[in-house]
């Protein structure tokens, strides 16, 4: 590799790992830490499902396909996301750094990309495109799922960021085909 294509590839990840350092300090305040806990959890699915049975219960027929395609978005991105995290294999931030203080709970080993991130952007994409009216709900929760990875020591910027960049474009697909 040039060696000034490495010296940006450090400098880069020196910037990504400096971030996620001074965001992650945010977590030694423990109602920091509790809120961004919480939105972690709700991102595992809870809330996901939670708005699909919503639909489904205020839109009765006309809320099956809408739900239709935020599950195979949702299928669809589990199935991305754990291949890509096979390839890349790279360790999540408090592995590789003292600085950073883990306070939440990986639900797999690896860090790249964000799967809750990926989740979230899909799930509230193709949300939007059926329900703009929710995007007063959708877009705060889905902003707050990606800065609780940061926030909670489990991911890098640019995880949050690649995920959220493939939850865009799992959504188009579905949105869009």
């Known amino acids: 590799m040039p060696y000034k294509l490495v010296l940006y590839r450090n400098r880069f ?14 977590s030694h305040y423990r109602a920091v830490r509790i809120f961004f806990r919480l939105i972690s959890r709700l991102g595992d699915g809870v809330f996901w499902y939670t708005v699909m049975l919503g639909i489904m219960l205020t839109q009765g027929q006309a809320s099956y396909l809408p739900v239709l395609h935020m599950a195979m978005a ?8 754990k291949w890509i995290k096979g390839k890349t294999l790279r360790p ?21 990309p964000s799967g809750h991130t990926l ?13 703009p009216q929710l995007a007063g709900l959708l877009i705060p929760f889905t902003v707050l799922v990606g800065l609780s990875r940061v926030v909670l020591g489990l991911h890098y910027p640019t995880d949050v960021i690649a995920g959220a960049a493939i939850g865009g474009l799992i959504a188009s697909l579905f949105i869009f085909l």
């Open 13 to 26: 990840l020196a910037w990504d790992s400096a971030l996620c350092i001074s965001v992650n300090k945010t």
């Open 74 to 81: 949702g299928l669809t991105g589990t199935l991305i996301y």
């Open 119 to 131: 989740h979230a952007v899909a799930f509230c994409a193709v949300g939007l495109y059926y329900y």
């Open 92 to 112: 999540r931030p408090y592995e590789v750094h003292q600085d950073i203080w883990l306070t939440g709970r990986p639900l797999d080993r690896f860090s790249f």
